[in-house]
């Protein structure tokens, strides 16, 4: 399925805080505060979120821990 306009934005928003030295550009910051509703606190929410993410995936990477014999969740 296609993603929605929402969804886009976030994605976008999370790519550029990743790749551009932790940074958005204003235009996509608008985009992403559209996409949660216009609501800081939730923007504030998505941006803990993915700092969480990127914490876990830290440590797995560092200690190069992987699932085993697990089933996918999906």
């Known amino acids: 399925p296609e993603a929605t306009e929402a969804q886009r ?3 976008k928003y999370a ?3 990743d790749e ?3 940074k958005v550009s204003e235009a996509t910051h608008r985009q992403a ?3 949660v509703g216009g609501n800081d606190e939730a ?3 998505l941006v803990k979120t993915l700092g ?3 914490q876990i995936a830290f440590v797995l990477n560092a200690f190069e821990i992987t699932p085993k014999n697990t089933p996918p969740v999906f």
């Open 52 to 54: 969480f993410y990127c």
């Open 20 to 22: 551009d030295n932790n």
């Open 43 to 45: 923007l504030v929410d």
């Open 15 to 17: 790519k550029e805080l």
């Open 33 to 35: 505060l559209k996409a």
């Open 9 to 11: 934005a976030v994605y």
